[in-house]
């Protein structure tokens, strides 16, 4: 179907609707309502959110089945993956995003490539624009030095999150890329755990759209303002 056939398609869906209501016509006064209602945003009832976000981020991440392990700057993330790696796989070597590429990989025995992933590819490492306190979600929004495929191609995923990036609920996360990008993104993915489906006889698989594991790296301490790239809509690539 052309774009023109599309749009004829929409017009006599808008002109039953008008008929059945009675209008002949678009309706500047509604079309003004409607925006205003949407610019408003309002919040409908939120469950209460403790004072100590990061711990809630934690708890909630652990319940998605990913794991969690804190470290105090972004300098010790290749030790913390090494750590994850000598616990439970045999490979030495990850593929990720650019913002990590000048890390001492090579001290703690790991490959490390900054390029997007494809599909043989078996460990990703990956920031995140923000995340989600109330369900443990990691938020991505789609950029030239943030490929998608790299969060959801291979079979692990490793996400560094600072703790200043841990907001409370879905509303100040959509906030917060509207304030930082101006408008949104081409894509905004929400990462929830490994992936998984119960399609078959309601038994949980892992890995069955996406990554088997999701390993969270937690930077307590967040990274200095100088270090801030100018597009403020790249808060992902931010960490020291």
Do not use: K
Not at 124 to 147: D, Q, Y
Not at 170 to 189: D, K, L, Q, Y
Not at 191 to 213: K, N, Y
Request: charged letters at 25%.
């Amino acid at each position: 179907m052309s774009i023109d056939d599309n749009q004829q398609a929409r017009e006599a869906v808008l002109a039953r609707v008008r008929a059945a209501l009675g209008r002949t016509g678009p309706d500047d006064e509604a079309r003004a309502a409607a925006h205003a209602y949407i610019a408003a945003r309002r919040q409908g009832p939120r469950p209460a959110m403790p004072a100590d976000l990061v711990q809630r981020f934690v708890e909630r991440a652990r319940d998605m089945s990913s794991t969690v392990e804190r470290v105090a700057s972004f300098d010790d993330v290749p030790a913390a993956v090494a750590r994850y790696l000598d616990a439970g796989s045999s490979l030495r070597s990850a593929i990720g995003w650019p913002a990590f590429a000048g890390l001492s990989w090579r001290e703690h025995d790991i490959e490390f490539e900054a390029r997007p992933a494809t599909g043989d590819d078996a460990i990703g490492l990956t920031g995140c624009f923000c995340a989600i306190a109330e369900t443990g979600t990691l938020v991505f929004v789609t950029g030239a030095a943030t490929p998608s495929a790299t969060f959801l191609l291979p079979d692990t995923h490793v996400a560094i999150v600072r703790a200043d990036q841990i907001v409370s609920g879905m509303e100040e996360a959509f906030a917060h890329i509207r304030r930082e990008c101006g408008t949104m993104p081409r894509a905004v993915n929400l990462v929830s755990g490994p992936s998984r489906t119960g399609d078959i006889e309601q038994t949980i698989v892992l890995g069955a759209h996406g990554p088997r594991r999701v390993h969270i790296i937690l930077l307590d301490r967040a990274g200095s303002d100088s270090a801030h790239p100018a597009r403020p809509c790249r808060a992902d690539t931010r960490f020291r």
